[in-house]
């Protein structure tokens, strides 16, 4: 991407750097302290001011003070337009504020290795401060393959329909995934002869669950226990983990690697014998369908276990269709940059 596409189309960040104090105002917001917040607070503000040690650069302070007055803190807030950590750097790049919206874009550039790619994802860990009542939304722009460099977009829409102005923004974010790889296609699982009677447990660690027309509760299912032997990995980091018929019902298992730094995750659907794929619940107008998901051991990876109520004399019928995205690199850290706009 050309600097210019940003520059030319959208206005510049103004460049004053510490914006004069407002008078304090009232916030829509609400907090509940518990007691020993409220006695940490008492005591920050007797040893030290709360406004002046988040001026200067206190965390801890500008937390406290942006949870009473969002206003205030955002007012004194520090100005650092670029952050760089673990070789990555964070930087603003140029905004357009129109009445009560604004779009901001950010660039992210690795500085040290090539991590940074067109797969980059924020892992849904950023953060918008903004000093009044907003609804915000971080998503990604494009990659500039020449400079290596990937572009955020950031929409805030101001909830009292005022204009934006004589404002100063915070971002932050601590998680980056890249290297996401794709994978769609028919699995090479034979699913003429499955087993009507594998190994089950009625025992997991349930973390969610999604169901077509409302089905039992998870603990009323028996579930698959993983089987070596029956295993198959049609992309590093996913592996259908088994797959049998229990009670009634087609049972297939896919375990997800280190779901919180690979973000790992996908789908499997029925494919027809002619090859044509089964759009998402169309079959299941007729065959109910659960779908269960469980930790591993170490609460680090993830099994799903769909579950489609049908006729054993059907399941052969069909051939499993996968879709699944994985991650191959991972970096946390702390990037926060602020910014005033005009």
Same mark, same amino acid.
């Given at each position: 991407? #050309? ?60 937390? %406290? %003070? ?10 004194? #807030? ?33 500085? =040290? ?8 994802? &924020?892992?849904?860990? *950023? ?8 609804? /915000?939304?971080?998503?990604?722009? =494009? ?21 934006? =102005? ?10 980056? %995934? ?44 028996? *579930? &698959? ?7 198959? /990995? ?34 499997? &659907?029925?494919?027809? !014998? &002619? ?8 079959? *299941? ?23 489609? !109520?049908?006729?054993?004399? #059907? ?14 690199? *991972? ?12």
């Amino acid at each position: 991407m #050309k600097a210019e596409t940003f520059f030319d189309a959208v206005g510049m960040i103004d460049d004053e750097m510490i914006l004069n104090a407002k008078r304090r105002t009232k916030h829509k917001r609400r907090l509940l302290i518990k007691p020993f917040a409220v006695i940490a607070a008492s005591f920050v503000f007797l040893t030290f001011p709360l406004p002046a040690a988040a001026a200067m650069g206190s965390d801890a302070a500008y937390r %406290l %003070l942006y949870s009473f007055s969002p206003s205030i803190a955002q007012t004194l #807030k520090p100005v650092m337009r670029s952050c760089t950590d673990n070789g990555i750097k964070l930087e603003v790049v140029s905004a357009d504020i129109d009445g009560s919206r604004a779009r901001i874009f950010l660039s992210v550039k690795d500085l =040290e290795q090539d991590r940074i790619d067109e797969t980059v994802d &924020l892992f849904d860990s *950023y953060s918008i401060n903004c000093p009044f009542d907003s609804v /915000s939304h971080c998503s990604f722009s =494009e990659y500039d393959e020449s400079t290596s460099t990937a572009f955020f977009l950031v929409e805030i829409e101001r909830l009292d329909g005022k204009k934006i =102005e004589n404002s100063k923004i915070t971002f932050n974010v601590r998680e980056m %995934l890249f290297g996401k790889e794709k994978f769609s296609g028919v699995l090479d699982i034979d699913t003429a002869n499955i087993s009507t009677a594998p190994d089950t447990t009625e025992s997991i660690r349930f973390r969610g669950a999604s169901a077509k027309n409302y089905l039992p509760e998870y603990t009323d299912y028996r *579930y &698959l226990i993983p089987n070596d032997t029956l295993s198959y /990995s049609p992309v590093d980091g996913v592996t259908v983990t088994g797959i049998g018929y229990i009670d009634g019902a087609l049972h297939i298992q896919t375990y997800y690697e280190d779901i919180s730094h690979t973000d790992n995750h996908g789908y499997i &659907l029925l494919y027809d !014998k &002619l090859g044509n794929k089964i759009e998402p619940y169309s079959v *299941y107008d007729v065959y109910d369908k659960v779908n269960i998901s469980f930790w591993d051991s170490e609460n680090k990876g993830c099994y799903d276990e769909i579950i489609i !109520k049908m006729p054993y004399d #059907k399941v052969g019928e069909y051939r499993l269709y996968g879709e699944f995205v994985t991650s191959k690199g *991972y970096v946390n850290g702390d990037w926060e940059i602020t910014f005033p706009v005009k």
